[in-house]
């Protein structure tokens, strides 16, 4: 299974393949700032799977949680890209709207529900988790 798909303006491309580990919808403040939304949904996949062309500006922040997430972004039209953290080493964070076609990746669940802006909504009949799910 391939997805392929791109930044706004072209100027960053993307490959993923194969199943991603988990797909979920994020409401925490900084996928809100990056954003400019109520939430992102990403995929997540071990970085081997994902292939990007094109050269990515990159944010390093501090999470709720403590750890640091790096966020890539299109230096070009600002599109949000690719989120990673060193809480889970190894993998990556693929903003789910930068595919062309998702629509056989299905979100499993929602984080930092506790964020969640009046305006916005938590996706219905998948567990919604007030802050990161527990680690197994
Ligand atoms: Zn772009
Ligand atoms: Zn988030």
């Given at each position: 299974m391939t997805h392929k798909g791109s930044c706004q303006c072209g100027a960053i491309a993307i490959e993923v393949t194969g199943e991603p580990a988990l797909a979920a919808h994020c409401h925490c403040l900084d996928c809100q700032k990056s954003g400019g939304a109520g939430h992102l949904s990403f995929a997540f996949y071990p970085e081997a799977q994902v292939k990007v062309t094109g050269e990515l500006t990159r944010y390093a922040s501090k999470t709720d949680a403590g750890n640091m997430m790096t966020r890539s972004f299109c230096p070009v039209c600002g599109s949000r890209i690719l989120g990673e953290s060193d809480g889970v080493p190894g993998m990556t964070g693929v903003?789910?709207?930068?595919?062309?076609?998702?629509?056989?990746?299905?979100?499993?669940m929602s984080f930092y529900?506790?964020?969640?802006?009046?305006w916005d909504h938590l996706a219905e009949a998948i567990p919604a988790f007030d802050e990161l799910p527990p680690r197994k």
């Amino acid at each position: 299974m391939t997805h392929k798909g791109s930044c706004q303006c072209g100027a960053i491309a993307i490959e993923v393949t194969g199943e991603p580990a988990l797909a979920a919808h994020c409401h925490c403040l900084d996928c809100q700032k990056s954003g400019g939304a109520g939430h992102l949904s990403f995929a997540f996949y071990p970085e081997a799977q994902v292939k990007v062309t094109g050269e990515l500006t990159r944010y390093a922040s501090k999470t709720d949680a403590g750890n640091m997430m790096t966020r890539s972004f299109c230096p070009v039209c600002g599109s949000r890209i690719l989120g990673e953290s060193d809480g889970v080493p190894g993998m990556t964070g693929v903003a789910l709207g930068v595919l062309d076609e998702s629509d056989d990746i299905a979100p499993a669940m929602s984080f930092y529900a506790k964020r969640l802006r009046k305006w916005d909504h938590l996706a219905e009949a998948i567990p919604a988790f007030d802050e990161l799910p527990p680690r197994k």
